[in-house]
């Protein structure tokens, strides 16, 4: 049977808009490929967002990493610090690398401020913007 990328996002949409986490990380990458999917990185973002909001630490780290590139959002170290932290808080080696690759980007002024902004969001169980 051939593979249809179209029709498996039409069921994986399904699931994501369920709350399924997993679903919606494998959102983001039919987003970011293009696979079944117009290529969309605000989309993907989107999605990141509803999977971190879940608690989902590689989410976390995900959107760390778009941040850090810019895709889909401006580039901006402080909120990619942040999220990476936030990962790394929740166990996340992966984060905790991004982190430092980052951090040397940033002044300290900023990191304190990524840093503020990770122990707000865990104190608040409130995400950042």
Request: glycine letters at 6%.
């Amino acid at each position: 049977m051939p593979q249809d990328y179209a029709e498996a996002v039409k069921w994986i949409r399904m699931a994501a808009e369920q709350g399924d986490a997993d679903a919606q990380t494998t959102l983001v990458v039919r987003y970011n490929s293009g696979k079944g999917a117009p290529q969309d990185f605000v989309k993907a973002v989107k999605w990141f967002r509803k999977a971190a909001e879940q608690g989902d630490a590689e989410a976390h780290n995900n959107l760390g990493a778009t941040y850090a590139q810019g895709q889909g959002v401006q580039r901006d170290y402080i909120r990619a610090y942040t999220w990476f932290n936030l990962a790394a808080m929740a166990g996340s080696q992966r984060a905790v690398n991004n982190r430092d690759i980052a951090a040397q980007n940033m002044t300290p002024a900023e990191i304190a401020e990524a840093q503020k902004l990770a122990r707000e969001s865990k104190t608040n169980k409130q995400l950042p913007q």
